[in-house]
């Protein structure tokens, strides 16, 4: 508290705020200094698969092939199944695996929306996730 010189009997109560505003400033260059010192988080490494590593061997693999007349045709584990057939196989396929993992190897030349309903029929069929099988990814790149 201050005193007005003024008047000797009244008192002014107005605060100091210079001292506070000095720690203030202290405080924030201490914590300019220290923020940028500090780690950022935990790196981390995604792993790559082995070299000449492909699906494991109980793994499922649906090829979607380039058919004629723009109608794709459809192979399991290198079997050929008819369109039809596919949701069938794979519900019988899927029916007792805990792991509920296709891998899709799609041919280049197809549109995509063809491929997307296959994956959509897989889903429909019981499988949870679905890997694409690329040529690099079959290299082991």
């Not at 780690?39 to 693999?61: L, M, T, Y």
């Not at 004629?68 to 199944?81: H, M, P, T």
Request: charged content about 20%; overall charge negative.
């Amino acid at each position: 508290m201050t005193m007005d010189q003024s008047a000797p009997e009244s008192i002014s109560s107005e605060m100091n705020v210079t001292p506070m505003i000095d720690v203030l400033l202290v405080l924030l260059v201490l914590f300019m200094l220290i923020v940028p010192t500090m780690s950022s988080g935990e790196s981390a490494i995604v792993p790559r698969p082995a070299k000449n590593e492909g699906p494991a061997r109980n793994a499922v693999v649906l090829e979607v092939l380039r058919g004629s007349g723009g109608q794709a045709g459809f192979r399991i584990n290198r079997q050929d199944v008819s369109r039809e057939n596919l949701p069938g196989t794979l519900e019988s396929i899927y029916a007792n695996r805990a792991d509920r993992v296709l891998f899709v190897k799609a041919d280049d030349q197809l549109a995509f929306t063809q491929v997307a309903g296959v994956i959509d029929i897989a889903h429909a069929a019981g499988v949870d996730r679905v890997g694409l099988l690329t040529p690099r990814v079959e290299a082991g790149l």
